[in-house]
């Protein structure tokens, strides 16, 4: 029986017989794609790169270029698209709007800043110029320019000023006087010279505060020839719309020297302290007290 077996698988082998695999089905195509437009069988179209959605040709107003691009949005889509375009822009201009309002507080603050700041620059660089004969020697101070002319008469400054190139200074001092009143004895002619000195000076520097100062007392001049003499320093001050400052409020007897003719280093600090205040103040200084 073995035996039989055997033999009987030999020759099948040899013969090349196969094992039967069962009857044949041939498959059936079961998947039907639809036009998503007018839902019928959809042999050849066009499929939305967006949504992914196949629609006729003519269903879905397909152009031949762009078909044939490769690239595709069906009408939804592209509407879709287009109101997430009108959104973003919205968004866009409200926030140039918002940006815009934002730079123009900026551009406020800005312009408040450089103001105050061209303001304290002006203050701190503001320069005084005083111009005088050889009371005003030893004064000084912070932004403060001194031409001192010894021996100096009313019409040989007026000279100078006309003459040289003294810059550009916000507010202008002149002390002058001393040596005129020991000169003449008649105090219209000071006057006269004083006035003509401070015409010209306005015309030199007309954009300055000008300021007249008054003459200080001294052991050789009698006082009340000094506290005439400023009386009519006043009134030139206040017929050209100068201001007129009397250094005699602020200069004690102890602030002259032993020959009673100068000023010493202390008064020569008040002197300064005097002019320093008519520069920052623009000349709105009368007396030690104000």
């Not at 077996?5 to 794609?33: F, H, K, S, Y």
């Not at 004895?185 to 000071?190: A, Q, R, T």
Request: one cysteine or more; hydrophobic letters at 35%; proline letters at 1%.
């Amino acid at each position: 029986m073995l035996l039989c077996a055997a033999a009987l698988a030999i020759v099948l082998v040899i013969g090349g017989v196969e094992q039967n695999t069962g009857p044949v089905v041939e498959a059936e195509n079961i998947l039907q794609l639809l036009c998503s437009v007018c839902e019928r069988n959809l042999k050849s179209g066009t499929q939305c790169d967006t949504c992914g959605l196949c629609f006729h040709n003519s269903c879905g107003n397909v152009r031949a270029q762009m078909a044939e691009s490769g690239k595709w949005s069906c009408e939804r889509c592209r509407w879709g698209r287009l109101r997430q375009l009108k959104k973003k822009l919205e968004n866009a201009m409200k926030q140039i709007e918002e940006l815009k309002r934002k730079n123009s507080a900026l551009e406020d603050q800005l312009r408040g800043a450089v103001a105050r700041d061209d303001t304290e620059q002006r203050q701190q660089d503001a320069e005084c110029l005083v111009l005088g004969d050889s009371i005003i020697r030893n004064v000084e101070a912070e932004h403060m320019r001194v031409q001192c002319f010894p021996g100096i008469r009313t019409e040989q400054l007026q000279r100078v000023i006309d003459n040289r190139d003294l810059g550009a200074s916000d507010t202008v001092a002149i002390h002058v006087g001393t040596n005129d009143l020991r000169r003449t004895g008649n105090l219209d002619y000071v006057m006269g010279d004083v006035y003509a000195l401070v015409k010209k000076a306005k015309t030199k520097f007309p954009q300055a505060t000008l300021v007249l100062s008054g003459v200080l007392r001294r052991r050789d001049v009698w006082w009340r020839r000094v506290g005439a003499l400023n009386v009519r320093y006043d009134w030139v001050a206040r017929s050209l719309g100068v201001t007129f400052v009397d250094p005699n409020s602020w200069i004690e007897d102890w602030d002259f020297g032993k020959d009673r003719l100068y000023i010493n280093s202390s008064g020569a600090r008040k002197l300064s302290q005097l002019y320093s205040r008519v520069c920052d103040f623009g000349g709105r200084v009368q007396n030690r007290n104000e």
